[in-house]
């Protein structure tokens, strides 16, 4: 219970600060493209911590909370889809032992978490009646958004990563981040990824959540969705 009781509230945390960055600065920026997704950033961390289960969760949890934000230009419940599916695919890739030991599979999952967000936030837009991605550039989007993800994610997926790990590993617990791991091995001990050490150079993951301009706010709820 402390464990899990560590996790909501860091991970509460961590998404409303990102949100409110997301909000009052990055949508703010006036970058061409995309947006820098802080939130996705989030949800990809700490999937990569907690596994398949806790980065689904995380992302529902997120995305859910981006919907509700105002201003609300599209359907609640369409970006906690999108964040509820990219945390539990980037879950699936935190190996077994929980260990990573290189730099290059955190980057791929931020690249490969910019462009699946995009097209699904996308794709789903297309099934409700959204076409703004049409106008807006779809190739472009992708470059854009998986560009500054990329440059994002080596000050904040590390960070984000050790705070997780430090909370999965609280003395006061008493419990190790091995003794909790769960059925589907989603809990453990990702080492290797430090801010000390090798991790420091580790990348992670993007879109905004407020933009100005009637094309690009019409696509997404902000920086996000161009």
Not at 44 to 49: G, P
Not at 192 to 206: A, C, N, T
């Amino acid at each position: 219970m402390p464990m899990r009781l560590n996790r909501i509230l860091l991970s509460t945390a961590l998404v409303v600060v990102a949100l409110v960055l997301q909000v009052s600065v990055f949508a703010r920026l006036h970058l061409p493209g995309a947006v820098p997704d802080l939130l996705l950033l989030v949800v990809v961390a700490l999937a990569l911590v907690y596994g398949h289960t806790g980065g689904a969760l995380v992302g529902f949890g997120a995305g859910l909370l981006a919907d509700l934000a105002p201003p609300a230009d599209h359907a609640t419940g369409r970006y906690a889809l999108v964040l509820c599916v990219v945390g539990y695919l980037v879950g699936l890739a935190r190996p077994e032992t929980g260990r990573l030991r290189s730099a290059t599979v955190p980057m791929l999952v931020v690249l490969g978490a910019a462009v699946v967000s995009t097209l699904l936030y996308a794709g789903v837009g297309a099934l409700v009646g959204d076409t703004a991605a049409r106008h807006v550039g779809l190739t472009g989007l992708l470059l854009t958004a998986a560009l500054y993800d990329l440059l994002l994610a080596p000050f904040t997926v590390p960070l984000i990563m050790a705070l997780a790990r430090r909370g999965e590993n609280d003395p006061l617990t008493g419990e190790g981040s091995a003794a909790v791991a769960g059925a589907d091995g989603s809990y453990g001990r990702v080492s290797g990824m430090s801010l000390r050490g090798r991790g420091k150079g580790l990348g992670g993951q993007r879109g905004g959540l407020l933009s100005r301009g009637t094309t690009r706010s019409a696509w997404r709820k902000g920086g996000k969705r161009l």
